[in-house]
């Protein structure tokens, strides 16, 4: 079964950073790209970067650059997001998804269950 | 950045109705537009990618079109589990952005 399954609650103080994790399994880690997006509550989906299947290129929303590092381990078949300097505004639901598709027409057809992070002094 | 504005923003209807979401770019994304529906409490779920195309296990009631800066969603024959918030987004060009979402409710 193709599924991406990712850590847990995490509750946090202002100016403190929070590192969710994805796994995957049930397909082959390697040759996929994966997306972080999030959601705060109530709110619309927001993107927030991007990895190659390599790793060794990302790509991130202008929102969050200098505060965001996307990074994955292929020995654990897990993809990292972690977000730096935190503020309540930084309180959501973190998704990780996979891309499908050609290169021209890439889609999110896997998504992660969701990871709770609250900013909270 | 690529602008996703979708319309309505919400809607109400009935089970057995036609429902048409529309989402436009503020520039030309060809066809590299997907559909997702998210119920309260999910993640969301993929049901088109590049504008038209049906995401493998969704219902036949859910179409979608258009290219260039325009697109549609139609789901014919509203059904009770088709009640959710509806987004498009645009994978064209990073970064990957969202339409604002449409809620579908009774």
């Given at each position: 079964q193709v599924l991406l399954v990712q850590s847990g609650t995490e509750v946090k103080k202002p100016g403190a950073s929070v590192k969710v994790s994805c796994k995957a399994s049930?397909?082959?880690?390697?040759?996929f790209y994966f997306h972080w997006v999030r959601q705060a509550p109530g709110q619309g989906l927001e993107w927030m970067g991007v990895t190659n299947p390599g790793g060794g290129i990302t790509t991130y929303a202008q929102n969050f650059q200098g505060r965001i590092t996307i990074s994955r381990d292929v020995s654990t078949a897990t993809v990292f997001m972690d977000l730096s300097s935190l503020t309540s505004e930084d309180t959501a639901t973190y998704y990780c998804a996979r891309e499908y598709g050609t290169a021209w027409a890439p889609s999110l057809d896997i998504w992660g269950q969701g990871t709770l992070v609250t900013v909270s002094s | 950045d690529i602008q996703m504005t979708q319309s309505p923003s919400s809607l109400s209807a009935s089970v057995g109705d036609r429902v048409t979401i529309t989402c436009r770019a503020s520039?030309?994304?060809?066809?590299s537009l997907n559909w997702y529906q998210q119920i309260p409490g999910k993640a969301p779920k993929l049901l088109?990618?590049?504008?038209?195309i049906l995401q493998g296990g969704?219902?036949?009631?859910f179409s979608g079109s258009g290219s260039g800066t325009d697109f549609t969603l139609t789901i014919t024959?509203?059904?009770?589990?088709?009640f959710a918030t509806y987004y498009c987004q645009q994978t064209y060009r990073t970064p990957n952005t969202f339409g604002q979402g449409t809620k579908v409710e009774i």
């Open positions: 049930g397909f082959t880690f390697r040759n | 520039q030309t994304i060809t066809s088109i990618y590049a504008s038209s969704v219902p036949s009631r024959s509203l059904q009770p589990e088709d």
